[in-house]
C-alpha cells in the first residue's frame, strides 16, 4: 500500500502550518509517522519547502491545503481533501492564528472580526466538520490557545477575548465530542516574539520574570501537541501551559 492509504498511518489536518510553530508541529508530527495536511494562507512557497522535504522523506505523506480561513464556507473543503487523499482523519491541530494590539479607544468592528474569526471562529467550524471523520478515527483536536487567554495582555484586548473564547472551545467540544473525540489545548508562553518586533519592548525584562529564565522553542509546542495526540489517551478537556513558568509571577 502506499503511504497515504496504509491503515496503520495516521492523518493529521494542521492550520497555519508553512511556518513558525506550524511548522515544527508539522515536521513532529511526520516524523511520529503522521501524514500531513499542510494548511496555509499567503505562505505559499514556504509550505512548498517544506511539504518538498517531507515528501523526500516518505512520498505520499503530504498534501497542500492553501485558504482563507476567515471564509467559513471553504473549511469543510479542507477535510473532505484530507479525506479524499488519505481516506481518513486522526488529529485536527488548530493552529493558525491573528495577533495585533487594539488599544481601547482604536478598536474597530473590523478589529473584532478579523481577530475572532482567526482565533476562535475558524476553529470552532473547522472542528464541526472534522467531527464526523474523528469520531469515526476515534481522533484528537489540539488548539494552541495562549497564556493571555487567562490574563491580559495591555493594549491587546480583542486578541485575548479571542483566546478565551478558544479556550472555553477547548472544553466545550471536549464535553460535547467525548468519549469518541479528544480534545486540548496548548498555551505557549515567549516562544517567538512577532516577527514586525514592535509589541514587546521589555523582552528581556519579561525573561526574567520567566522561573525558567529563557524563551521556549517551537520544538516545545510540537511536542505538547503530539503528547496530547498520541499519548494522553485520558486527558480530554485540558490546555498545557508551555511557558517556562511565566503564569506563575505575570
Known amino acids: 500500500m502506499t503511504a497515504e492509504t496504509s491503515p496503520t498511518t495516521r492523518v493529521a489536518l494542521i492550520t497555519g502550518a508553512a511556518r513558525r510553530i506550524g511548522a515544527a508541529i508539522v515536521e513532529t508530527l511526520h516524523e511520529a509517522g503522521y501524514n500531513v495536511a499542510i494548511h ?52 485536527l491541530v488548530n493552529n493558525a492564528s491573528g495577533f495585533r494590539p487594539t488599544p481601547v479607544g482604536d478598536i474597530t468592528e473590523a478589529d473584532w472580526d478579523e481577530l475572532f474569526a482567526a482565533n476562535a471562529k475558524a476553529p470552532l467550524f473547522l472542528s464541526q466538520a472534522a467531527a464526523p471523520a474523528l469520531r469515526e478515527s476515534r ?71 520567566t522561573p525558567l529564565q529563557r524563551t521556549g522553542h517551537p520544538q516545545d509546542i510540537a511536542d505538547a501537541v503530539l503528547w496530547l495526540l498520541r499519548d494522553a489517551r485520558y486527558s480530554t478537556g485540558e490546555i498545557v501551559r508551555v511557558d517556562g513558568g511565566r503564569t506563575l509571577v505575570i
Open 40 to 91: 496555509y494562507r499567503a505562505s505559499a512557497s514556504d509550505a512548498e519547502i517544506l511539504a518538498a522535504k517531507l515528501e523526500s522523506r516518505r512520498a505520499g505523506s503530504t498534501l497542500l491545503l492553501p485558504a482563507d480561513l476567515a471564509d467559513t464556507s471553504g473549511l469543510a473543503g479542507l477535510v473532505e481533501k484530507t479525506l479524499a487523499r488519505f481516506d481518513s482523519l486522526d488529529a
Open 139 to 209: 481522533g484528537a483536536i489540539v488548539n494552541i490557545v495562549d497564556i493571555y487567554a487567562e490574563r491580559p495582555l495591555a493594549n491587546h484586548p480583542v486578541y485575548c477575548m479571542a483566546k478565551a473564547a478558544l479556550a472555553m472551545l477547548t472544553r466545550s467540544l471536549a464535553r460535547d465530542l467525548g468519549p469518541d473525540v479528544r480534545v486540548n489545548g496548548v498555551a505557549p508562553g515567549a516562544i517567538l516574539w512577532p516577527e514586525d518586533g514592535s509589541v514587546y519592548t521589555d523582552k528581556q525584562a519579561m525573561i526574567e520574570r
